[in-house]
C-alpha cells in the first residue's frame, strides 16, 4: 500500500504562474488534509477536504488559493498569481477516516515551491 | 484543540532515553493525546496517542498521568536519526490537527 504521494517534488515558479500542487492520499483514504509551512516556521492548517466537498477551509488565504478532491483523481491545491511569500513547503496528509474517531493523519514527503 | 505547553528544545545522548514533556492542564475527559514528530524537511510522522493508559508501540512509549493534566514521550534508546520536532496534540471531536511549536529535540553523539 503506497503512502500518500504528493508532485511534484520541487516547483519552481515565477511571480504571476499559477501553481498545481497535486496529492494521492492512500488506498482506501477519503479524507484530506493539506498545510503550509513557510521557512523556519510551524506547519499551518490550510484545508480539510472529504471527497468532493470542502469540511473545514479556515485556514486558506482568502484570495488565489483554492483547493479540490474529485471523486476521481488526486486533491489539487491551487495558487493563482503566485507571489514570494508563498514559498514553503505544502504537505498533504490523509486518514480514512475522521479525526474525531480516533484516526491518525498519515502524511507526505511534501511539496516544496519556489516564486522567483 | 485544547492548549498544549512544550519546551522549545532538548537535547539528549544518543543511546540514551529521551523522554520529552507536554503539560495539557485544560484535557477534557474524552481527548487523546496525540504524538507526530518531523524530521528535517520531510513530513510529519504519527509515533504514538493514548486516552488514560499508557501506551507503547515500536516507536515509543507514552506515559500519562493519572490526572492526565500531563504526558511523557519516551523514546527509549534515542538514536542520531531520532534528531527532529516533536509535537504533542490533543483531538476529541476536532476536525483537524493544529500543530503548534513543538519540541526541537537534538541527539548527541
Known amino acids: 500500500n503506497a503512502g500518500v504521494m504528493q508532485n511534484p517534488r520541487h516547483l519552481v515558479r515565477r511571480r504571476g504562474q499559477e501553481a498545481r500542487l497535486r496529492c494521492s492520499p492512500m488506498?482506501?483514504?477519503?479524507?484530506v488534509y493539506w498545510y503550509r509551512q513557510l521557512p523556519e516556521e510551524g506547519l499551518k492548517f490550510m484545508v480539510y477536504?472529504?471527497?468532493?466537498?470542502?469540511?473545514?477551509e479556515s485556514g486558506m488565504p482568502k484570495e488565489r488559493f483554492s483547493a479540490e478532491f474529485p471523486k476521481e483523481g488526486p486533491s489539487i491545491l491551487r495558487i493563482q498569481q503566485v507571489v514570494r511569500g508563498d514559498s514553503a513547503a505544502y504537505f498533504c496528509?490523509?486518514?480514512?477516516?475522521?479525526?474525531?474517531?480516533?484516526?491518525?493523519?498519515?502524511f507526505g514527503s511534501g511539496t516544496q515551491l519556489s516564486v522567483l | 484543540d485544547a492548549k498544549t505547553t512544550q519546551p522549545p528544545s532538548m537535547d539528549c545522548a544518543e543511546g540514551r532515553a529521551a523522554n520529552l514533556p507536554c503539560n495539557h492542564s485544560t484535557i477534557s475527559g474524552n481527548e487523546y493525546v496525540y504524538w507526530y514528530r518531523q524530521i528535517h524537511s520531510q513530513g510529519p510522522q504519527y509515533i504514538i496517542h493514548?486516552?488514560?493508559n499508557n501506551e507503547t508501540n515500536e516507536m515509543a512509549s507514552l506515559i500519562i498521568t493519572e490526572d492526565r493534566k500531563s504526558s511523557t514521550l519516551i523514546l527509549p534508546h534515542a538514536t542520531l536519526r531520532d534528531t527532529a520536532v516533536y509535537y504533542c496534540n490533543l483531538i476529541q471531536g476536532a476536525q483537524k490537527l493544529v500543530f503548534g511549536q513543538g519540541t526541537r529535540l537534538t541527539i548527541n553523539p
Open positions: 493514548g486516552l488514560k
Open positions: 496528509a490523509s486518514s480514512p477516516y475522521p479525526l474525531k474517531t480516533n484516526e491518525k493523519l498519515f
Open positions: 477536504l472529504q471527497k468532493e466537498n470542502i469540511i473545514d
Open positions: 488506498k482506501g483514504h477519503s479524507h
